[in-house]
Nanobody, 121 residues
Framework: QVQLVESGGGLVQAGGSLNVSCAAS????????MGWYRQAPGKQRELVAT???????TYADSVKGRFTISRDNAKNTMYLQMNSLKPEDTAVYYC???????????????WGQGTQVTVSS
């Protein structure tokens, strides 16, 4: 059973920093694109950043220059370093990964359970 587990959320003051992690576990053959999404109360889930297995990244305009996505393929883990946080960054942050489980040729999208990030003004 493949699982994604996020950790590292919390409460921080505006201008502060947080680092959240997403660890994939289970019988995994390979992980392709990984990404972070967020959902604020009353809003739709939005894409924050993505990273390919080779390390190519994309960012939402709202976080460019402040957030950095990275991954450790050996550990099946992805990170999001968030700097200069703003109150509007407050949301539940979810990780997503395109994974081929062991024993199957099929790639599926997996989601973590989410981790709360709250930025106070």
């Amino acid at each position: 059973q493949v699982q994604l587990v996020e950790s590292g959320g919390g409460l921080v003051q505006a201008g502060g920093s947080l680092n959240v992690s997403c660890a994939a576990s289970g019988s995994i053959f390979s992980i392709n694109i990984m990404g972070w999404y967020r959902q604020a109360p009353g809003k739709q889930r939005e894409l924050v950043a993505t990273i390919t297995r080779g390390g190519s990244t994309t960012y939402a305009d709202s976080v460019k220059g402040r957030f950095t996505i990275s991954r450790d393929n050996a550990k099946n883990t992805m990170y999001l370093q968030m700097n200069s946080l703003k109150p509007e960054d407050t949301a539940v942050y979810y990780c997503n990964a395109q994974i081929i489980p062991s024993g199957t040729p099929f790639m599926s999208a997996y989601w973590g359970q989410g981790t709360q990030v709250t930025v106070s003004s």
